[in-house]
């Protein structure tokens, strides 16, 4: 019974991460966007010039744009598909956190270390969403686990060339993720590590020749032949979403010096409140030449504060540090008495239980202003509770089990308290499709709309539009993202509204998306149109034979 234990509950946490992948409905902005050019990559064949709602799109790298193509084509257009490779990507880098931190520090810190991980909130949320950061964190997880494991004191020959070689694909990885960055990141956590660490040795056994022909040839060829076939990438690519997004305050996207503070602290639920003894550990200087410790904290230091300066700040920037605080927590988790473990984990169930408070008095109106919430953000409130209450409960069941000396067991309730909890409150999230997403309503407007027919997008663009639709969609008076490509591409939208109004007049069959304030000035100006669709946000039309 002990041999299938294991396996059973490793099954159990295989079924629970990818089995759900495919139950939401893909939301704005991220998951439309990155599924949609993934979508239109397969549909045209063109795997080297990204396109968005077939303009063309400059802005990221290419990996996760073939990646999601390659699940498409394998797995059909669904949204489990168009999650499959940050799915894929973040369990990978549990199972890579796993086998190296058991080579260098021990099979059980190593499974301690990969519960951690693979429960956390932030990883397994990224984990279930699409954007580019969990495929990013994933390959500098790599990067970071390769050089870790290669430079330890006991590391054999055949190690080290393993590791480095694992790092530098995981460094060109990163850089087909999400651009330079992949390489800027880890050089500056391993030039920190020389400094603090006073360990300048591990440049030497770095395999520079073999690693950069290992980086050259995943890393390069694709950026050499989107800049040949258009000219306007390396200035857009490497200047203006590079140095200009780090430096210039300009993309709606700034916040305080501390604004990652409460995302790590939440996003490390149910393991929080074991964060600063890990933090104090990687501080710690133990014997030996190499410091594997300190790289690991400085790992998480080093991006932390990068994201932290950054005039560009988004909540999943600090996904990288996650796999290094995980496996100090680990080590955390191995060194602490018993009793005092079972403290935390009774003290994560309470602040479990804090957090539903917490949201039932602000939703109430019990503290604070009196907001108002639609239906289904009530509904959501249900699902959050749940999730607080699956983790409270686990914790308290975690908190019992490691006072009694049974920190095994302890931390397999806390792990599955995690990925339980976070994995309700995840699909709770449907609730609000109808406000997230265009499913619903391309739904509505299929069935009413000839294949050829052109749909237009007033004032107003849902990302997930044009991927659910099957097809893009005519931009009128919206630039935003876009502006790159339209000054390519300049036919590819209608400028104006007035533009469009002669345009819709002259169509036998069309379809239009907008705002209801929209609407209402088009309907006030006596535009024919019929509405098919309408929700607190949009408002859909069409231009047939029988509209008024």
């Known amino acids: 019974m002990r041999r299938v234990a294991p396996g059973a509950l490793l099954l159990l946490a295989v079924i629970a991460w990818f089995g759900t992948l495919g139950y939401r409905d893909l939301i704005h902005p991220d998951e439309g966007r990155y599924a949609e050019i993934a979508r239109q990559m397969l549909a045209s064949g063109d795997w080297i010039t990204p396109r968005l709602n077939g303009i063309l799109y400059f802005e990221k790298p290419a990996l996760q744009y073939w990646a999601t193509a390659a699940a498409f084509a394998v797995f059909g257009i669904s949204d489990f598909a168009a999650r499959f490779w940050p799915g894929l990507t973040g369990a990978f880098a549990v199972l890579a956190l796993w086998w190296s931190t058991r080579a ?124 040949m076939r258009n000219p306007e990438f390396a200035q857009f690519f490497f200047i203006h979403e590079h140095v200009d997004r780090f430096l210039k305050p300009g993309h709606r996207r700034t916040g305080a010096w501390w604004y990652f503070v409460p995302h790590l602290l939440a ?105 108002v919430y639609s239906a289904e953000e009530l509904a959501y409130r249900e699902w959050i509770m749940a999730g607080l209450a699956t983790i409270a409960a686990l914790s308290a069941l975690a908190g019992r089990l490691a006072s009694k000396g049974r920190v095994g067991a302890a931390c397999v309730a806390l792990s599955f308290g995690g990925l339980f909890g976070t994995q309700i409150i995840l699909q709770g999230h449907q609730t609000l499709a109808v406000q997230k997403s265009a499913r619903t309503m391309v739904a509505v407007l299929a069935p009413r709309l000839p294949a050829g027919a052109p749909v237009f997008t007033i004032g107003y663009y849902d990302q997930t539009l044009p991927y659910y639709l099957g097809r893009p969609v005519t931009l009128v008076e919206w630039l935003d993202e876009f502006t790159m490509g339209l000054s390519i591409e300049p036919t590819r939208q209608v400028p ?53």
Request: proline fraction near 6%; charged fraction near 15%; glycine fraction near 10%.
């Open 104 to 227: 260098v520090l021990g099979p059980r810190i190593a499974l301690y270390s990969a519960g951690v991980l693979g429960s956390c909130v932030w990883w397994l949320g990224n984990g279930h969403f699409v954007n580019l950061d969990m495929g990013l964190s994933a390959s500098l997880c790599l990067a970071m686990l390769g050089f870790w494991y290669g430079q330890r004191d006991p590391a054999s020959t055949a190690d080290n060339r393993l590791g480095m070689r694992l790092a530098w694909a995981g460094m060109a990885l990163a850089v087909m993720s999400k651009g330079l960055i992949g390489i800027v990141l880890p050089a500056a956590v391993l030039a920190a590590y020389s400094v603090l660490a006073r360990d300048f040795s591990v440049w030497r056994r770095m395999r520079w020749l073999s690693g950069t022909l290992i980086f050259i040839a995943i890393a390069v060829p694709w950026f050499v032949l989107v800049s």
């Open 267 to 371: 996003g490390l639920i149910p393991w929080t409140t074991l964060l600063p003894g890990a933090l104090a550990l990687g501080w710690r200087r133990t014997p030996g030449r190499f410091q594997g410790n300190r790289l690991l904290l400085l790992w998480a230091v080093v991006i932390f504060g990068f994201f932290s300066v950054s005039s560009s700040k988004l909540p999943s920037y600090i996904l990288p540090i996650f796999p290094a605080l995980a496996i100090l927590i680990g080590q955390h988790i191995q060194r602490l008495p018993a009793r005092r473990l079972g403290m935390h984990f009774a003290a994560m169930a309470f602040v479990a239980v804090a957090g539903m408070a917490g949201l039932a008095a602000m939703t109430g109106g019990w503290i604070g202003a009196r907001a």
């Open 496 to 548: 104006t509204e007035a533009e469009f109004m002669v345009r819709w007049r002259l169509l036998a069959q069309a379809a239009a998306v907008m705002r209801p304030e929209t609407y209402e000035r088009l309907r006030e100006a006596g535009l024919p149109m019929t509405v098919v669709y309408r929700d607190p946000s949009r408002t859909v039309v069409i231009r047939s034979p029988a509209a008024p």
